[in-house]
């Protein structure tokens, strides 16, 4: 059949000219392959910020250096959940690194500033090998500028606060090496905190050296990350710091109980009445707490059919058991809907100004969520989230005008 697209066509001239996006059909009318594209319009139209992206410590565990033959890397690789490809493909234009420092350094003095040194060489090299696809970006103003330029932005957040040791002026250095939020903690206490993975309990929540690093973080301009302490820390940190919060990438405690890691609903609660936002992590584990309690108890039954063979984990040879584990019992994921479920839930309790993503991405392994497997799948969660009637405006403030709004408030509190 043949059609006359020439009226169609002056139609929409018109319409264009004389409408503009007011006139836009309504999501709740639109069909759903017309929603799937608005999603997608959506993710590159708005400026997506993500808090967590791992990429660095990935590239460091593959030995990954700053020469010619492994710069292509970050461009485009199969490996992993972030390239630059495929997060031009998803909208992504500022996935925050992540200069992650493993508690285990702590013990020997020196090694965690090294590492953090290190990483942020390698997130510095990565933008000044390729300056026309990114930017080291240490403010707001740049950011939004790299986003008119069409440039990714890599700004850096420290995952532990570890490589500060016991060294406060090492707050004031960090920011000067572009370090834009600090994680206080990881997986263990440490000299300023306490850890939700770590049942010492050290200080109780934060030590008096922990006080003087948050207000020292405040100072300088430095937002501060509440993923990964412990819920004594949380409230500690709720009364000394005199800027919004941010938590980097956690999740909702009501679908995954007793998961400390996760924040629980007066935490959420609280933190949106201060200004904060909890950016939510994707991976599946953080997501849905019956697949939380089934990865443990497998890990249990891995660890006796290693014992078994005389085997411990970590050791060498153990691949073949591990393959008959893993069709004895496959892996289970969450859904892309679990996501949406976590932010329904913060915007119930602290409202749609409070939310965004964090997605851990590089981070958690192969257990990402079904239809949000790495970064070129925003558009399938922006879609989801218009499925469930948020407004394009709702939308705009998940992907980063919610974490820009905090980030703005930490840099006109700082000292000049
Ligand atoms: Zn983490």
Redesign the pocket.
């Known amino acids: 059949m043949k059609i006359n697209y020439f009226p169609l066509l002056a139609l929409l001239v018109f319409s264009l000219a004389s409408c503009g996006p007011a006139q836009e059909t309504p999501a709740k009318e639109m069909t759903d392959a017309e929603l799937r594209a608005h999603a997608n319009d959506l993710a590159h139209e708005y400026l997506i910020t993500d808090g967590?992206v791992?990429l660095p410590y990935r590239l460091k565990v593959k030995n990954f250096r700053l020469d010619k033959e492994y710069l292509g890397i970050p461009i485009q690789t199969d490996e992993g959940d972030f390239d630059y490809q495929r997060a031009v493909e998803g909208g992504l234009d500022a996935p925050f690194m992540?200069i992650?420092i493993p508690s285990r350094l702590q013990e020997e003095p020196g090694e965690s500033p090294k590492l953090a040194d290190s990483l942020i060489n390698m997130v510095r090299g990565i933008a000044a090998a390729h300056p026309d696809k990114f930017r080291i970006t240490t403010s707001t103003e740049q950011l939004l500028q790299n986003f008119a330029d069409g440039v990714m932005s890599l700004p850096m957040g420290m995952?532990n606060g570890s490589p500060i040791e016991d060294k406060i002026e090492r707050v004031a250095e960090y920011h000067a090496k572009g370090i834009r939020y600090i994680?206080l903690t990881?997986a263990k206490d440490n000299l300023i905190c306490d850890s939700s993975y770590d049942t010492t309990r050290t200080h109780n929540g934060l030590s008096d050296f922990g006080r003087e690093v948050v207000r020292e973080m405040n100072r300088v301009g430095i937002m501060v990350d509440i993923?990964?302490v412990s819920d004594s820390t949380f409230w500690q940190v709720v009364e000394q710091t005199d800027v919004p919060m941010i938590a980097?990438?956690s999740s909702v405690r009501h679908f995954t109980p007793g998961f400390e890691r996760n924040m629980n609903d007066e935490m959420i609660k609280r933190l949106g009445e201060e200004g904060g936002v909890i950016q939510i992590?994707f991976g599946s584990t953080f997501l849905d707490g019956a697949l939380r309690a089934r990865q443990d108890s497998l890990r249990e039954v891995f660890r006796e059919r290693l014992a078994e063979a005389g085997l411990e984990y970590g050791d060498e040879g153990t691949e073949a058991i591990e393959q008959a584990f893993e069709q004895e019992f496959p892996t289970l994921y969450a859904d892309v809907e679990t996501v949406a479920d976590h932010i329904d839930r913060v915007v119930q309790l602290a409202g749609v100004d409070h939310v965004g993503f964090g997605s851990?991405f590089d981070?958690v392994g192969d257990s990402l969520p079904t239809g949000l497997k790495d970064v070129a799948d925003y558009p399938n969660l922006l879609y989801t989230l218009l499925k469930r009637g948020y407004t394009d405006e709702d939308l705009r403030k998940m992907c980063s005008g919610n974490v820009i709004r905090v980030w703005k408030a930490v840099e006109a509190a700082a000292a000049p």
């Open positions: 967590h791992d992540s992650y995952e994680t990881h993923s990964h980097s990438h992590n851990d981070g």
